[in-house]
């Protein structure tokens, strides 16, 4: 298996906001992510952009076709869940709180026993109803 191309996880997610230029400043502000790339087209839509926080690359963009919606143009309807790995859950947390977040499952450790591991992690929606979970792991498993 090929590695994939420079500065790209093996798998990565792209999203629709109704309003993408608003999402990516929210995402910015109150996740921490960083504007790698953003293409606009006529009338300043967002026809593709590259947002990343560490190795993670997230695609935002407005819907190009008549099939595609955020969960917004979907009545809010979740269609799927972002997962990412943050140093500090409590304080990242707290950021997306602040910038208007809406905290779904507040910070709650998991510990999946000694052969898995044990994480830290919160559950929030976005300002366009994107579900986004945020953990921090806390112990490796055991090694027998």
């Known amino acids: 298996m090929k590695a994939p191309p420079t500065g790209w996880p093996r798998i990565s997610s792209a999203v629709y906001y109704d309003d993408a230029n608003r ?3 929210w995402l910015c502000e109150a996740f921490g992510f960083e504007v790698r790339m953003k293409v606009q087209g006529e009338g300043g839509r967002v026809e593709h952009s590259e ?16 099939g595609d919606k955020s969960p917004q143009g979907l009545g809010r309807a979740n ?3 972002l997962f990412g790995y943050v140093d500090d859950v409590e304080a990242h947390c707290a950021r997306a709180r602040k ?12 510990d999946y026993g000694e052969e898995y591991w044990t994480d830290r992690s919160y559950q929030c929606e976005d300002l366009e ?3 986004w979970w945020f953990a921090q792991r ?3 498993a055991k090694k027998p």
């Open 23 to 25: 999402a990516i400043d």
């Open 51 to 66: 947002l990343v926080y560490g190795d993670a690359v997230v695609m935002v963009s407005d819907p190009k076709r008549d």
């Open 138 to 140: 806390l112990a490796e």
């Open 79 to 81: 269609t799927q869940s």
């Open 129 to 131: 109803g994107h579900r």
């Open 99 to 110: 910038a208007g977040a809406k905290i779904l499952k507040e910070p709650t450790t998991t």
